[in-house]
T-cell receptor, first 113, second 112 residues
Framework: AQRVTQPEKLLSVFKGAPVELKCNYS??????LFWYVQYSRQRLQLLLR??SRESIKGFTADLNKGETSFHLKKPFAQEEDSAMYYC???????????????FGQGTILTVHP | DAMVIQNPRYQVTQFGKPVTLSCSQT?????MYWYQQKSSQAPKLLFH???????NEADTPDNFQSRRPNTSFCFLDIRSPGLGDAAMYLC???????????FGPGTRLTVT
């Protein structure tokens, strides 16, 4: 069974501080990992995807297969980063579970001024 | 703006009274999903359509049905809502050649 665990429900940091949102997963095979974000009163939207290996809004996430983790990091948090963050997993392209997202429970990030 | 629209945003129904939630999209995506998100829980996939092909998740209750009359519209029918079906229902779309899912704003269902 596939599972995504986000151990922190709430995370508070001050502006300018580094932030790390933790995500661990279990999956038999090679998954695709994503971070989705939901800002206040907005819809859920994709933040980044592990295969892209890009930085979006200063956030990066590295897939660590040994630790089965996909932590989201930003060196200097901004107030506008305050939101709910979901880690999500799906099977690889070409497989039967491709596109079927399994979400973690989410972490509410609050960045204080 | 191309987008995913869900109507209504808030729905109140009575215990056992059938209810239908609606999702429409202007993205022309061929894959559409329905997720259920209960309070403080992760969104959970109920089923999805790949074009006209319906794909039910193994643990989705029989009480939940779906229809997709055309590419643009998808409906979630709850035949006999119970108190435990109160949740946010999210619709999402995806182009089969891409990975990103586009979500609607959700419909919050209350069962009285």
């Amino acid at each position: 069974a596939q599972r995504v665990t986000q151990p922190e429900k709430l995370l508070s940091v001050f502006k300018g501080a580094p932030v790390e949102l933790k995500c661990n997963y279990s999956y038999s095979g090679s998954p695709e990992l994503f971070w989705y974000v939901q800002y206040s009163r907005q819809r859920l939207q994709l933040l980044l995807r592990h295969i892209s290996r890009e930085s979006i809004k200063g956030f990066t996430a590295d897939l660590n297969k040994g630790e089965t983790s996909f932590h989201l990091k930003k060196p200097f948090a901004q107030e506008e980063d305050s939101a709910m963050y979901y880690c999500a997993l799906s099977g690889r392209a070409g497989g039967t579970s491709y596109g079927k997202l399994t979400f973690g429970q989410g972490t509410i990030l609050t960045v204080h001024p | 703006d191309a987008m995913v629209i869900q109507n209504p945003r808030y729905q109140v129904t009575q215990f056992g009274k059938p209810v239908t939630l609606s999702c429409s999209q202007t993205l022309n995506h061929n894959v559409m999903y329905w997720y259920q998100q209960k309070s403080s829980q992760a969104p959970k996939l109920l089923f999805h359509y790949y074009d006209k092909d319906f794909n039910n998740e193994a643990d989705t209750p029989d009480n939940f049905q779906s229809r997709r009359p055309n590419t643009s519209f998808c409906f979630l029918d709850i035949r006999s809502p119970g108190l435990g079906d109160a949740a946010m229902y999210l619709c999402a779309t995806r182009d089969s050649g891409a990975y990103e899912q586009y979500f609607g704003p959700g419909t919050r269902l209350t069962v009285t």
